[in-house]
């Protein structure tokens, strides 16, 4: 079955840090773009980071660079999130995306189910 499965999400306080975990099942994600998107309640969807996999080339919101990194290990994208705060708090999901642009990439159909990430004292 084809499908991307994240998690790694958590209760945090601010200074913390998560790893966010992207398994893709049934497909190798060798010429794939997947991008980390998040949404809190109210809130639009906001992209947060990309890798393609077959270069490694990666692209992050403005709003979290110095923070998060994006890796890929064989079918698992990674997302490293140090020195969280209140406003990272969100539901986290990966998507295989269009592009590594990562305020305009869209999702292409693949998401995971999404893992929750609270930055709270």
């Known amino acids: 079955q084809v499908q991307l499965v994240d998690s790694g999400g958590g209760l945090v306080q601010p200074g913390g840090s998560l790893r966010l975990s992207c398994v893709a099942f049934?497909?190798?994600?060798?010429?794939?773009?997947i991008g980390w998107f998040r949404q809190a309640p109210g809130a639009e969807r906001e992209g947060v980071s990309c890798?393609?996999?077959?270069?490694?080339s990666t692209s992050y919101a403005d709003s979290v660079k110095g923070r998060f990194t994006i890796s890929r290990d064989e079918n698992v994208v990674y997302l490293q999130m140090n020195s969280l705060k209140p406003e990272d708090t969100a539901r986290y999901f990966c998507?295989?995306?269009?592009?590594?642009?990562?305020?305009?990439?869209?999702?292409?159909?693949?998401w995971g189910q999404g893992t929750q990430v609270t930055v709270v004292f």
């Open positions: 998507a295989t995306v269009d592009s590594l642009e990562v305020v305009s990439m869209r999702p292409l159909g693949l």
């Open positions: 049934g497909f190798p994600l060798d010429y794939y773009r």
């Open positions: 890798i393609y996999a077959h270069t490694g």
